[in-house]
């Protein structure tokens, strides 16, 4: 597949729900190559309530499950096996680096790129961004294991 996915076809990749699924939508996506999706930060999220009450910032953490989210959208793209008796969990996250703080009304830019797999172990680089300023950015690996 290259292409876009919407937000009912993300949820055939993905087992995340509200209030936990952090990706809108792919925007592009060349499968073993790089994805591009879009988190849309809004106010009404549950969050924010306590992160912070004065000045609401989208948690770096919340920011890292976004791309992680999407490696699981590039992987499953990259691979047809992922969607059948496969779960994808988080492995590790190297070199994670928060740049600016992400708020209400931001757009964050998953830009997702692959790196290699070995034994349903995926890499990839990722780079979160707002306004083409980078917010944030991690190499996280994943791990493809049958249920």
């Not at 499953?76 to 096996?81: G, I, K, L, R, T």
């Not at 790196?115 to 890499?123: F, G, Q």
Request: hydrophobic share 45%; charged share 20%; with cysteine.
């Amino acid at each position: 597949m290259t292409g876009t996915l919407d937000i009912l076809q993300i949820q055939e990749y993905l087992p995340h729900r509200y209030p936990f699924l952090l990706v809108d939508k792919v925007i592009e996506c060349e499968p073993r190559v790089r994805l591009v999706a879009i988190k849309n930060v809004t106010y009404n999220e549950p969050f924010f309530q306590g992160h912070f009450p004065h000045l609401p910032i989208f948690p770096g953490v919340l920011i890292l499950e976004a791309l992680a989210q999407a490696t699981g959208l590039l992987a499953a793209q990259s691979d047809e096996a992922l969607g059948k008796g496969m779960t994808y969990y988080l492995a590790s996250i190297d070199e994670a680096r928060f740049k600016r703080p992400v708020g209400p009304g931001d757009q964050l830019r998953l830009e997702i790129t692959y790196l290699k797999n070995k034994r349903n172990i995926w890499s990839f680089d990722c780079r979160a961004e707002v306004d083409g300023e980078l917010a944030a950015s991690a190499r996280i690996m994943c791990a493809a294991v049958v249920d």
